[in-house]
């Protein structure tokens, strides 16, 4: 089969398009033929590497996928051969007491599908080997393209917003990275929840997508001041939570414009993750700030509940081919993006 697959650190160029072998399963896998895949921001992490993390080489990239069961293994009940699937990415044993209670991403074991895994074992290839219990239905109405790009955003989005921040009714949400995947689906379960995203992008393009999805306040961090902005439309409040996932760049700006006893919950850093803290603002103003990493599968099967009925919506920017990987790369690293970008084998 083709994949894309690197055995070294570095820029695009350490990138392969080439033949591997199909992947082996086990009792409890499917044999994924993969219709579509997703990029994500720890695509450019896994190329370049990240400090004192150990990669498996040769490595496949790749969190998102969509597909068809090719093939599944002795033990799998839950989906059939042919059946149209997307991939929850979030990996674990399944058998430990954290597993048990549900709380997958608390796993000793936990893993990041196509970012931790290895060796040759991710999304960018024409078939995959995935848990079959990791796995749920695509929704009729989408296209390939459209299945894959959402899985990781939306789980991701969701397990902050409603599981660690419980979004309520009314309550004000800063959305940094408003165009992105990750803000595209935040914006969508403000909408859901009734809560009123106050969305930040860079350019009027990017904010008019933003007030298409849902939100009910925009802010061009190019020409307005993103804390004088927050605190006319709260009412000099402070918002209830800051949907965080950019990092340093706006980690100062987050704290400054949370309420007192609001909440900001962070998944990432994509600016940098080495950041400072007034602390006299977390005691005094008993802020909260939550950490969170990916989400288990039962809380995308619950999101994806709304992507069945069409009320949050799948936004790619651009597909290609997947041998067109590189091109992918340069446009995700330029950060100039409205949705997602998705790779068709």
Known sequence: MKAVVFEKHGGIEVLQYRDVPVPQISPNDVLLRVKATALNHNDIWGREGVPGMEFIFPHISGTDAAGVVEAVGSEVTNVRVGDGVVVNGAFSCRTCPECLRGDLVFCPEFKVWG?????????????????????????????????????????????MLVTRAKIQPGDFVLVWGASGGLGCMAIQICKVFGARAIAVANSDEK???????????????????????????????????????VGAATWETSIYALRWGGTIVICGATTGFKTTVDLRFLWNKQQNYLGSHA?????????????????????????????????AHEILQKGDIMGKIVLVP
């Not at 219990?133 to 894959?148: I, R």
């Not at 061009?220 to 000099?236: D, G, H, L, Y």
């Open 115 to 159: 970012f931790e895994t290895g060796p040759l074992d991710g999304g960018q290839a024409e078939y995959a080997r995935v848990p079959a219990a990791n796995l749920v239905s695509k929704p009729e109405q989408l296209t390939w393209d459209e299945a894959a790009s959402i899985p990781t955003v939306l789980v991701t989005a969701w397990r």
């Open 295 to 327: 989400g288990s599968t039962s809380e995308l099967f619950d999101a994806m509940q709304f992507v069945h009925n069409g009320v949050i919506k799948p936004v790619i920017m651009e597909t290609l081919p997947l041998r067109d990987v590189s091109k």
């Open 207 to 245: 904010l008019s997508l933003a007030r298409e999805l849902g939100a009910k306040f925009v802010i061009n961090r190019k020409r307005q001041r993103v804390i004088r902005e927050i605190s006319r439309i709260t009412n000099r409040r402070g918002v209830d939570i800051v949907f965080e996932h």
